[in-house]
């Protein structure tokens, strides 16, 4: 054993959050929102109490996007931006197999079709080649999620997307999940897409325990995210909104004890996010003689956020299947794993059943009946996650220096346990 003890636990939390959540329950307003329109003054508002109106306030300024729309999980973020693009039954919308499910189930949750297009084995974002062979004339939307903390090359596919003339607009949603601090040209990327957002889970850069964000530069998506969020169909007549298609209401509001520490949380954001690049740094330069080991690599032009430090293990350099040295890192007490996840090879799109028994929404046309989910339709996950990729989650555990230390020796004490050089 080279960690005696499992890793701590990364823990974001300190005093002022702690003070934060106090003094909301201390007011006793813990969450004043009400599905209703108009405002009911003393009992609460539509658009939430002040703690969430000021997070919001807050990550607008942050970002520098126009809107915000805190929601209570980014699961419901995702729902709801889906629903705000004007998505029909039967829609088709392009997402990556490199993500978690709730990338995808937003998708079927109006009843639209996902469709996987694969990803580039460098960053493990979506392929930009392959988007476009998945493109018909159903798509209707392509959720980009930036995987590991590395954001997806936005512009180069805004470029060729714009060339494409008299065609149905394709609208381009980010899930920013795990890149807090994703940056193009020193802009933050969520606003080169129509929507993004950031999810606020426990296991997340920064936490509220649960919550999302959603960021728009577009009023009429702003209004609508709204809508979704808080029973939006109660509101449209009194609030005299005519466009109410989707507009089927949820409870996806946020808590001001969350806001409170969201706002507290949000401080901190660059230094926790710096403290993760420079434990990245210093893994990548003391692991990269490694053979058949190749470190994450950060393309020109982009920075990354280190959500997961991912690594591509090469067995036919060293001649030692990947899960043989999982196996031995695990003993020494290294918290590696392999591999990352093939969404489309969940029982559900291999069944094709999420509403009922009767294979809905796949059922609804032709086209979306023959949409595909088998095995080989995304060769390059398929591969990265069965039998390259091991990840070290870095976000998920504090890694003081003597850890960095002791990971890098599990290392080197694995490669000369199998003699590979
Ligand atoms: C965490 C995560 C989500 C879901 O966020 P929740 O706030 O837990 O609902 C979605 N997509 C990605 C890529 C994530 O990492």
Same mark, same amino acid.
């Given at each position: ?7 701590? !636990?990364?823990?974001?939390? +300190? ?22 329109? /108009? ?7 539509? *658009? ?23 929601? @209570? ?8 931006? =889906?629903? #705000? ?29 996902? =469709? ?13 080649? +392959? ?13 980009? /999620? ?21 065609? !149905?607009?394709?609208?381009?949603? #980010?899930?920013? %999940? ?7 040209? *020193? ?35 702003? $209004? ?5 969020? @808080? ?21 996806? !509001? ?5 806001? #409170?520490?969201?706002?507290? &949380? ?13 434990? %990245? ?41 990947? $899960? ?9 007490? #290294? ?5 990352? =996840? ?7 799109? &291999? ?27 995304? /060769?390059?996950? $398929?591969?990265?996650? $069965?039998? =390259? ?8 555990? &504090?890694?003081?220096?003597? +850890? ?12 000369? *346990?199998?003699?590979?050089?």
């Amino acid at each position: 054993m080279i960690f005696k003890k499992p890793l701590k !636990r990364y823990n974001s939390i +300190d005093h002022k959050d702690i003070n934060a959540a106090i003094s909301v329950m201390k007011s006793g307003a813990l969450s004043p929102f009400i599905g209703a329109w /108009p405002e009911i003054s003393g009992i609460g508002s539509f *658009y939430g109490g002040k703690n969430v109106q000021l997070f919001e306030k807050n990550i607008r300024k942050f970002y520098g996007t126009k809107y915000a729309v805190s929601v @209570n999980s980014w699961t419901s973020g995702l729902i709801t931006a =889906v629903g #705000a693009i004007d998505t029909e039954p039967g829609d088709e919308i392009i997402t990556s197999p490199w993500t978690m499910c709730a990338t995808v189930t937003s998708i079927i949750h109006w009843a639209a079709i996902p =469709v996987f297009a694969d990803i580039e084995d460098e960053t493990f974002n979506l392929d930009i080649k +392959d988007i476009l062979k998945k493109i018909t004339n159903k798509t209707r939307a392509i959720i980009i /999620p930036e995987i590991f903390g590395h954001p997806f090359d936005i512009i180069a596919l805004k470029k060729i997307l714009n060339k494409r003339k008299n065609k !149905r607009k394709i609208f381009l949603i #980010a899930d920013n %999940a795990q890149t807090p601090l994703g940056k193009f040209n *020193y802009r933050y990327s969520c606003n080169f897409y129509d929507i993004g957002g950031f999810s606020y889970n426990y296991h997340k850069h920064i936490q509220t325990g649960e919550g999302g964000m959603l960021v728009t530069n577009n009023k009429k998506f702003a $209004e609508r995210m709204q809508l979704i969020r @808080n029973h939006g169909e109660a509101v449209v007549g009194p609030k005299k909104i005519k466009k109410i298609n989707n507009i089927i209401g949820y409870n996806f !509001r946020m808590g001001e004890i969350e806001a #409170a520490i969201g706002n507290s &949380q949000l401080k901190k954001l660059k230094k926790i996010v710096k403290s993760r690049v420079k434990i %990245a740094n210093y893994l990548t330069k003391n692991l990269s003689s490694l053979k058949g080991l190749s470190t994450p690599s950060v393309k020109s032009g982009f920075n990354h956020d280190y959500y997961i430090y991912s690594l591509k293990y090469d067995e036919s350099k060293t001649g030692v299947p990947r $899960e043989k040295i999982i196996k031995k890192m695990n003993s020494l007490g #290294a918290p590696v794993s392999p591999g990352y =996840v093939n969404v489309h090879l969940y029982p559900m799109f &291999q069944k094709k059943i999420a509403y009922g028994k009767k294979n809905f929404p796949w059922s609804i046309s032709e086209e979306s009946k023959k949409i595909s989910y088998k095995k080989g339709i995304c /060769p390059v996950a $398929e591969k990265l996650h $069965e039998k =390259v990729l091991i990840k070290i989650p870095l976000c998920n555990y &504090q890694f003081k220096k003597h +850890d960095q230390y002791k990971m890098v020796k599990c290392f080197f004490k694995t490669w000369n *346990y199998f003699k590979i050089s």
